[in-house]
């Protein structure tokens, strides 16, 4: 079946430093790929997707490539802030998950000012 | 409604007492998905509705859980007998395509804790 693997955190960086949160997929046919956030104490909200190869997704500065050749689709930003200190959820959906959003462990995010 | 609603938002039960949980999905909103998200853990799912037809039950751990939604609506998440493993936040989600290819909604969870 589908599954996603992301990086292990904690991350630690001090802000202002460059991100990247690495995530890589299996999947049957061609899924759609997402990056969610969680803040402390709050739910999941949708950071930025990508629905085919190539594509791109942005918000809030940071990206995600969807790179079909390597099955990953890393997040990145360059320069983050103290605010941005939570867990990223990397997740697909497609045909082998029957559709269903499938995630990522998390990968905890920790900026010191 | 505007978000996705859950109650209630903290819940502590006694060891086998049965609890039910509440989402209200977006209005409009066809598509309904359950997740459990235990302590420092990915998310796990449980089920999806998706407008009238069955609903995927693939990822309900036991017999214990059952859900339902009423009128295309609200759903309601059972635990029976619950068991300190059943300890979790439980998050419900919405989406207005039912294969997920737009991304989810997300209420901020029922923390369900049992002593």
């Known amino acids: 079946g589908d599954s996603v693997t992301q990086m292990e955190g904690p991350v630690t960086l001090s802000e202002e430093a460059f991100l990247t949160i690495n995530c890589t997929y299996t999947?049957?046919?061609?899924?759609?790929l997402f990056w969610y956030v969680q803040y402390p104490g709050e739910g999941l909200q949708l950071l930025l997707k990508?629905?085919?190869?190539?594509d791109k997704g942005s918000n809030k500065g940071f990206e995600a490539t969807y790179r079909k050749e390597t099955t990953s689709f890393h997040l990145e930003k360059g320069s983050v802030q103290v605010s941005d200190s939570a867990v990223y959820f990397c997740?697909?959906?497609?045909?082998?998950?029957?559709?269903?959003?499938?995630f990522g462990a998390g990968t905890r995010l920790f900026v010191k000012a | 409604g505007a978000g996705v609603s859950q109650s209630p938002s903290n819940k502590v039960t006694e060891k086998g007492k049965d609890v039910e949980l509440r989402c209200d999905p977006i209005s409009g909103h066809t598509a309904l998905y359950w997740y459990r998200q235990s302590l420092g853990q990915g998310l796990e799912f449980l089920i999806y509705f998706q407008g009238n037809s069955a609903p995927d039950k693939s990822g309900l751990p036991s017999d214990r859980f059952s859900a339902e939604r009423t009128g295309g609506s609200v759903s309601t998440l059972t635990i029976q007998r619950t068991q300190q493993e059943d300890s979790a936040v439980y998050l419900c989600?919405?989406?207005?395509?039912?294969?997920?290819?737009?991304?989810?909604?997300f209420g901020s969870g029922t923390r369900l804790t049992v002593v």
């Open positions: 997740a697909l959906s497609g045909r082998g998950g029957g559709f269903k959003t499938i």
């Open positions: 999947a049957t046919g061609y899924p759609s």
């Open positions: 990508a629905t085919k190869a190539d």
């Open positions: 989600a919405s989406s207005s395509r039912g294969q997920g290819a737009g991304g989810y909604t």
